[in-house]
C-alpha cells in the first residue's frame, strides 16, 4: 500500500484546463493527424524556446510560421494562440482545494507569457496552488529533468513522495526516472481517481 504523499503536483493543460491548440492547429493547416500535431509541437525548437522563456512572443512567432508553415502573419498567429488554452474544466478549483486538506499541493506546467497573461484561469489555479513551477520562469521546460529536479529541491520532499499527474506521456516517464510517483490523467475526473487511489481524498 502506498504512503500518502506529501505533495501533489499538477500539469494544467489536458488535466485542470481544457486546450484547443492541437484543433486550431489542424483547422489552420488541414493535418488531420492529431497525434502527429502534437507531437511536432512538443519536439519543436520553438516552443521549448519560447515555454522556457527564452525567446519574446514575436520571435517565437516568426519562428514557429516559418519552420512549420503556418498560413497566418505573425500577429494573426499570436491573437489565436491566445485562445489555445481555454477554461479550467469543470471541478478543476474544487479538486485543488480538496486535495489541499491532505498534501501540499502545486502545479508544473509548461507555459508561457501570453497564456498567463491572457488567461484568467491559469492564473487563478495556480495562485490557489502553494507552489508554482512554470516552465517560462524556471528556464526548463518538461520533460526535461531539470525542471523536475528544481520541483523536487524546491519542495524538500523525497521524489516518492510526491504525485505528479500530466496527460502527456513523456512527461510521466521522465517524472518516473527520478523516482517520483507519476502518472498519465486526462482531465478531473481521472486526476481524482488517482489521487483517491493514492490515499489522497
Same mark, same amino acid.
Given at each position: 500500500?502506498?504512503?500518502?504523499?506529501?505533495?501533489?503536483?499538477?500539469?494544467?493543460?489536458?488535466?485542470?484546463?481544457?486546450?484547443?491548440?492541437?484543433?486550431?492547429?489542424?483547422?489552420?493547416?488541414?493535418?488531420?493527424?492529431?497525434?502527429?500535431?502534437?507531437?511536432?509541437?512538443?519536439?519543436?525548437?520553438?516552443?521549448?524556446?519560447?515555454?522556457?522563456?527564452?525567446?519574446?512572443?514575436?520571435?517565437?512567432?516568426?519562428?514557429?510560421?516559418?519552420?512549420?508553415?503556418?498560413?497566418?502573419?505573425?500577429?494573426?498567429?499570436?491573437?489565436?494562440?491566445?485562445?489555445?488554452?481555454?477554461?479550467?474544466?469543470?471541478?478543476?478549483?474544487?479538486?485543488?482545494?480538496?486535495?489541499?486538506?491532505?498534501?501540499?499541493?502545486?502545479? /508544473?506546467?509548461?507555459?508561457?507569457?501570453?497564456?498567463?497573461?491572457?488567461?484568467?484561469?491559469?492564473?487563478?489555479?495556480?495562485?490557489?496552488?502553494?507552489?508554482?513551477?512554470?516552465?517560462?520562469?524556471?528556464?526548463?521546460?518538461?520533460?526535461?529533468?531539470?525542471?523536475?529536479?528544481?520541483?523536487?529541491?524546491? /519542495?524538500?520532499?523525497?521524489?516518492?513522495?510526491?504525485?505528479?499527474?500530466?496527460?502527456?506521456?513523456?512527461?510521466?516517464?521522465?517524472?518516473?526516472?527520478?523516482?517520483?510517483?507519476?502518472?498519465?490523467?486526462?482531465?478531473?475526473?481521472?486526476?481524482?481517481?488517482?489521487?483517491?487511489?493514492?490515499?489522497?481524498?
Amino acid at each position: 500500500m502506498r504512503r500518502r504523499p506529501r505533495a501533489v503536483l499538477f500539469d494544467l493543460g489536458g488535466v485542470l484546463i481544457e486546450t484547443v491548440g492541437t484543433a486550431e492547429i489542424a483547422r489552420v493547416t488541414g493535418e488531420c493527424d492529431g497525434a502527429l500535431i502534437w507531437k511536432r509541437w512538443l519536439e519543436s525548437p520553438w516552443v521549448r524556446r519560447f515555454e522556457s522563456g527564452a525567446c519574446s512572443p514575436e520571435a517565437f512567432a516568426a519562428g514557429f510560421i516559418t519552420n512549420h508553415g503556418f498560413p497566418l502573419t505573425s500577429a494573426a498567429f499570436l491573437a489565436s494562440f491566445r485562445g489555445w488554452v481555454t477554461n479550467a474544466f469543470p471541478g478543476a478549483f474544487d479538486l485543488v482545494r480538496d486535495v489541499a486538506s491532505y498534501a501540499e499541493t502545486g502545479c /508544473l506546467s509548461n507555459t508561457n507569457v501570453v497564456h498567463w497573461t491572457h488567461n484568467a484561469d491559469i492564473r487563478a489555479l495556480i495562485g490557489s496552488c502553494q507552489h508554482r513551477f512554470l516552465s517560462y520562469e524556471i528556464g526548463h521546460v518538461k520533460p526535461d529533468t531539470a525542471i523536475f529536479e528544481h520541483a523536487i529541491a524546491s /519542495l524538500g520532499c523525497a521524489p516518492e513522495e510526491i504525485v505528479f499527474l500530466d496527460d502527456n506521456e513523456p512527461n510521466v516517464v521522465a517524472a518516473k526516472r527520478l523516482g517520483i510517483d507519476a502518472t498519465q490523467v486526462k482531465g478531473v475526473a481521472a486526476a481524482r481517481a488517482a489521487l483517491a487511489n493514492r490515499g489522497v481524498l
